[in-house]
């Protein structure tokens, strides 16, 4: 770690308002092996608004010093800050110059926490349909690895309830078809919630990609598609499925 000053700066002002029994909740929760000292989303991001030390360093150095502190830290809050600071910078403008440092974080990865938060980010980019980005985004989805393909499909959608989509769904078939197969728990939570957010504005092409891929779809995926479907919507479905099982 190159400003381990900084990490301890950072780690030092989340553990004043931290809860231990908190942090051991969400290790267990999330399944990870990170350290947590146990602060909720809201007060974490006002402390990383309110800014540190070096925040008020040009933009290249502190992205710099957060990606020190994302590629090294072992506290799983201190790494959300980074992705906090990460999520403030893109309300301003999307500088494409940064996607070659954050396509790296992708690495750390180990828990679906930090993936969706850094799927947040990265939907950023892609909508800007760079190639570049949308080439990194192709070469994580065709990876053995879980947590990229994970993070392959969840930055298709944006981190907005009302307004998820910004690619049309043809788009995303491709890389949804390529996780189908893969049985890991959450490449497959991962497919039926990208399914089922598409589905909103497209639900006449997901119900016939559904259907067309109905033998493949993992009962998980396809539980957590049609979460918004009616009980009879469901029932049919899985009626379907059961008879080419």
């Known amino acids: 770690m190159d400003y381990p000053a900084f990490h301890e700066e950072v780690r030092e002002a989340l553990s004043k308002i931290g809860r231990p029994i908190l942090g051991a909740h969400i290790a267990s929760d999330r399944r990870s092996s990170l350290e947590y000292v146990g602060v909720r989303f809201p007060a974490r991001r006002k402390i990383v ?105 969840v930055s298709l959608l944006r981190n907005s309830p009302k307004y998820p989509t910004y690619i049309p769904f043809d788009r995303a078939i491709p890389y949804l078809k390529r ?20 589905r909103k504005d497209y639900q006449a092409q997901v119900d016939e990609f559904l259907s067309t891929n109905l033998k493949a779809i993992s009962a998980t995926a396809l539980t957590r598609a049609l979460e918004r479907a009616t009980r009879d919507e469901r029932s049919q479905w899985r009626h379907r499925k059961k008879e080419l099982s």
Request: charged share 25%; net charge negative; with cysteine.
């Open 49 to 153: 608004s309110a800014g540190f030390s070096f925040s008020d360093r040009d933009d290249e150095q502190v992205l710099h010093i957060w990606n020190d502190l994302w590629m090294n830290s072992t506290n799983g809050d201190v790494m959300f800050c980074a992705l906090d600071y990460c999520k403030n910078q893109l309300k301003r403008a999307v500088n494409l110059e940064n996607w070659f440092t954050v396509r790296n974080w992708v690495v750390r990865v180990e828990n679906w926490a930090h993936s969706d938060e850094l799927c947040t980010i990265y939907s950023c980019y892609l909508a800007t349909n760079d190639p570049v980005c949308w080439n990194d985004l192709d070469q994580w989805n065709r990876s053995d690895k879980e947590w990229y393909k994970r993070v392959s499909i």
């Open 179 to 198: 996780c189908l197969e893969d049985d890991r728990y959450y490449v497959q939570k991962a497919v039926g919630w990208v399914l089922g957010e598409f």
